[in-house]
């Protein structure tokens, strides 16, 4: 506890951490005026800090306002001396469908690259204090990511993880299944399908960040994933992937 106590307070004596943090306090003080999040302290002893995903309309996209919310949040929790762990939540349909998909859809590659695109996107792994994904729902994209960058997750019996961002001409893709063995080999053949009626760029690309994070250590490989995800933005394909979702029809990916 003494060292969460001079971790906050160093936080704060900080000339640059300090604005962040005391605006982060105000708003959590003031009862919370935060746009896409709900955040309080729960538990019998106000000790877990509780942070609510808040945007039912769009599932719980996580937009850049959202993640910069997120990361006040957890700024201010891991500053107060009460606060022992952080449970991170959505609504029962969904706790995220991944990063907003109509923010991205006209990102350049220069636009992320030039402002680091999801550079903040990695504070929940940051966290000082442990922190519990509570999972009911879509888990999607990015909102499995931010799942699994929690210490622990519990899931409601309909929460449903995927990577699905090989349908939008981006990366990551891969999904595991289990089958009866006379259903196998052909269950993997229309998995082969689905997998070759996507970009063959996009899913090399997604093969290569897989496979470069056997060699490096988890900062290397989530920066290289990231940079290869901003490289997606140079396609042709990405650009159709999510142009289809935001109009509502299916992709029809050039390799391009
Ligand atoms: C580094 C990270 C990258 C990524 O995370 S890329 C994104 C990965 N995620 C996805 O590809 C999932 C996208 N969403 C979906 O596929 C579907 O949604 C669902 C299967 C989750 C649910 O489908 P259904 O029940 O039919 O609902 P609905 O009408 O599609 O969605 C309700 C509203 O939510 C918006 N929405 C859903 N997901 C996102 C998103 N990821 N970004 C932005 N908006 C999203 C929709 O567009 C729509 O909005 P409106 O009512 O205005 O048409």
């Given at each position: 506890m003494a060292f969460l106590c001079r971790s906050a307070a160093s936080l704060l004596k900080s000339p640059?951490?300090?604005?962040?943090?005391?605006s982060a306090c105000r708003l959590y003080s003031s009862g919370g005026q935060y746009e896409y999040i709900l955040v309080e302290k729960r538990g019998e002893k106000s000790d877990v800090g509780f942070i609510q995903l808040n945007r039912p309309k769009a599932l719980n996209a996580l937009c850049d306002g959202l993640m910069k919310e997120l990361k006040q949040a957890l700024d201010v929790f891991e500053a107060d001396g009460e606060?022992?762990?952080?449970?991170?939540t959505g609504s029962d349909r969904a706790f995220a469908a991944g990063a907003d998909i109509k923010e991205m859809q006209n990102k350049t590659f220069q636009d992320c690259y030039r402002g680091d695109f999801l550079a903040h996107w990695n504070r929940v792994s940051q966290s000082k204090k442990p922190v519990i994904a509570a999972v009911n729902g879509f888990a999607l994209g990015g909102g499995c990511e931010l799942a699994m960058m929690c210490d622990i997750i519990y899931a409601g019996e309909k929460a449903q993880f995927g990577q699905p961002e090989i349908l939008l001409g981006t990366i990551p893709g891969l999904v595991s299944k289990v089958y009866p063995v006379d259903q196998l080999v052909s269950e993997a053949v229309k998995c082969g399908e689905k997998i070759a009626a996507n970009s063959k760029l996009v899913s090399a690309m997604a093969k290569e960040a897989v496979n470069a994070a056997f060699e490096m250590t988890l900062a290397e490989g989530n920066h290289f994933e990231k940079r290869?995800?901003?490289?997606?933005?140079?396609?042709?394909?990405q650009k159709e992937g999510m142009t289809a979702f935001v109009e509502k029809r299916k992709a029809s990916f050039q390799d391009s």
């Amino acid at each position: 506890m003494a060292f969460l106590c001079r971790s906050a307070a160093s936080l704060l004596k900080s000339p640059r951490a300090a604005p962040a943090v005391l605006s982060a306090c105000r708003l959590y003080s003031s009862g919370g005026q935060y746009e896409y999040i709900l955040v309080e302290k729960r538990g019998e002893k106000s000790d877990v800090g509780f942070i609510q995903l808040n945007r039912p309309k769009a599932l719980n996209a996580l937009c850049d306002g959202l993640m910069k919310e997120l990361k006040q949040a957890l700024d201010v929790f891991e500053a107060d001396g009460e606060v022992g762990a952080i449970v991170i939540t959505g609504s029962d349909r969904a706790f995220a469908a991944g990063a907003d998909i109509k923010e991205m859809q006209n990102k350049t590659f220069q636009d992320c690259y030039r402002g680091d695109f999801l550079a903040h996107w990695n504070r929940v792994s940051q966290s000082k204090k442990p922190v519990i994904a509570a999972v009911n729902g879509f888990a999607l994209g990015g909102g499995c990511e931010l799942a699994m960058m929690c210490d622990i997750i519990y899931a409601g019996e309909k929460a449903q993880f995927g990577q699905p961002e090989i349908l939008l001409g981006t990366i990551p893709g891969l999904v595991s299944k289990v089958y009866p063995v006379d259903q196998l080999v052909s269950e993997a053949v229309k998995c082969g399908e689905k997998i070759a009626a996507n970009s063959k760029l996009v899913s090399a690309m997604a093969k290569e960040a897989v496979n470069a994070a056997f060699e490096m250590t988890l900062a290397e490989g989530n920066h290289f994933e990231k940079r290869l995800f901003h490289a997606t933005f140079a396609t042709g394909d990405q650009k159709e992937g999510m142009t289809a979702f935001v109009e509502k029809r299916k992709a029809s990916f050039q390799d391009s």
